[in-house]
């Protein structure tokens, strides 16, 4: 499997439960979100957008996906978190395998800019994400363990130590059909904080 094979057995709406062990705190907090994923062809133009944007010739991705998400967390406050986004990213493989490569993305997971990550099928068919930003460093992994069911981790690592480890379980509950209309409408990406498939 490479990993726009990965993206696309992620299609669909699904129903995130997410725990984030905030480590500086010695404390766990719950949280809960819906994500619409729709895969894009590689002569999409988003996909060919953020190929531009990033200054990476488009006719070297191999495609991406539109990701949007709207979420709560245990210590949320009224008015002042924001769990509700979408981005756009693009897939561009190191070799013809699709393995790995490069991940450019409209808006980062650590951090709110537009950045370029890594990529890779690992030998247990997952998918591992790893950015490097200015200022700190995420890793990300995702898995099937069923069709309907994917699993994410990841953690945050500022200079100075990990700030945050996050596990997530997701259950498909919306085949990609039924979440086209959320791709025809993509403004630009909201202020939140995301993963690669959503908050």
């Known amino acids: 499997m490479n990993a726009l094979e990965f993206f696309q057995k992620s299609a669909g709406r699904w129903r995130s439960q997410r725990t984030t062990h905030h480590l500086a705190f010695r404390r766990a907090e719950k949280g809960g979100s819906e994500i ?14 953020i190929c531009q944007m990033h200054e990476v010739d488009p006719a070297t991705a191999i495609g991406g ?18 769990h509700a986004g979408e981005t756009v990213f693009s897939l561009v493989p190191d070799d013809e395998t699709g393995r790995k490569g490069k991940l450019l993305r409209e808006r980062g997971y650590a951090e709110i800019m537009p950045v370029i990550g890594r990529y890779e099928i690992d030998d247990e068919e997952a998918l591992v994400l790893i950015t490097d930003y200015p200022s700190m460093s995420s890793y990300e992994r995702f898995w099937f363990p069923t ?15 990990f700030s945050t480890a996050t596990f997530c379980t997701e259950e498909l509950i919306d085949e990609e059909n039924n979440v086209a209309s959320e791709v025809d409408s993509h403004p630009t990406a909201q202020p939140a904080i995301a993963s690669i498939f959503g908050w």
């Open 36 to 49: 619409y994923v729709k895969p894009l062809n590689a002569d999409d133009p988003k996909v060919i957008e």
């Open 147 to 161: 069709p309907n069911v994917r699993m994410r981790a990841s953690t945050v690592k500022q200079f100075g130590g």
């Open 65 to 82: 996906a539109y990701v949007k998400w709207d979420g709560t967390m245990a210590w949320d406050k009224e008015d002042e978190a924001n």
